[in-house]
């Protein structure tokens, strides 16, 4: 009888860590994907304050169909979830937001926004 039991009690343990072992594996991987999405987000909310400015007419502070002028505002050049870096180019900009979640070893996630006179896209890059 105590054979049993100590046999059930080793047997639990086992299935115990494992069921541990995937429970944080999974929550790591919700948590990559979570950033990957507010990476998005924030790249995406910058895009739309390039392209405001790419709209405006010079005499009201904008850069009259030209993205020439146009920086990132410099509080949202490092934020808690990432650091965003702009390629500004006359006819587009291009993002680039480099994530404070490590992915594996030294790679970040990396999601490049590109902005033109009528469009917004994303790419994840890593």
């Keep these: 009888m105590g054979q049993q039991q100590l046999l059930l009690i080793v047997l639990g343990m086992i299935v115990v860590g494992i069921a541990m072992t995937i429970a944080v594996q999974l929550f790591r991987g919700n948590a990559i994907d979570r950033k990957r999405e507010i990476l998005v987000n924030e790249s995406q909310n910058i895009a ?3 392209l405001a400015y790419y709209k405006r007419p010079k ?3 904008g850069g009259s169909k030209s993205f020439t002028g146009w920086s ?3 509080q949202l050049v490092s934020t808690i979830n990432g650091s965003y870096a702009a390629q500004i180019f006359s006819d587009s900009v291009v993002i680039i937001g480099t994530g404070t979640e490590v992915v594996t070893g030294n790679d970040s996630i990396k999601v490049k926004t ?3 006179g009528n ?3 994303s790419t994840i890059l890593q």
Excluded: K, L, Q
Aim: no cysteine.
């Design 48 to 50: 739309s304050i390039a």
């Design 59 to 61: 005499m009201f502070g």
């Design 72 to 74: 990132i505002p410099s």
């Design 114 to 116: 590109t902005v033109t």
């Design 119 to 121: 469009r917004i896209y």
